[in-house]
């Protein structure tokens, strides 16, 4: 089952000066920063009461965020929901019709199991589906 938005996530150009745009915006400091190598991006959480923001720059040309930044600028790059059981999810959705763009959950930030549906599926959205690792 679906759950919450767990949180958005937001495509920027330079980390440093989203970080702080956002600390000012939001009037606190983010509470996690983390790379994920195996996606090529930093990101950086903050907190908007229980909700929760994602900035996400690439590390280098050519990864996802970075392709997203040539192609359509800087801005909102997905939504993510909480799931209990991706496995399942990924499954259902798979029969729904939905494109999914990996075929195994993936180890994202934010010690998350995640997986994302492919924006041409979903009304041009990019959706992630992300489940807390236990
Ligand atoms: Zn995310």
New binding site residues.
């Given amino acids: 089952m679906f759950g919450k938005i767990e949180?958005i996530?937001i495509a920027v150009r330079d980390m440093g000066t989203a970080n702080s745009l956002y600390e000012r915006l939001l009037g606190r400091p983010p509470y996690k920063q983390e790379t994920v190598e195996s996606e090529g991006v930093i990101t950086s959480f903050f907190l908007a009461g229980d909700n929760k923001i994602?900035l996400?720059q690439g590390i280098h040309e050519g990864n996802a965020i970075s392709s997203f930044i040539e192609k359509k600028g800087e801005g909102v790059h997905?939504i993510?929901f909480e799931v209990e059981d991706i496995l399942s999810e990924m499954d259902r959705l798979k029969k729904e019709g939905f494109v999914l763009i990996n075929d195994q959950p993936k180890k994202?930030?934010d010690n998350k199991l995640?997986c994302f549906l492919h924006p041409k599926s979903t009304h041009g959205v990019l959706i992630?589906l992300?489940q807390e690792i236990r």
């Fill in positions: 949180h996530g994602e996400l997905h993510a994202g930030a995640i992630e992300c």
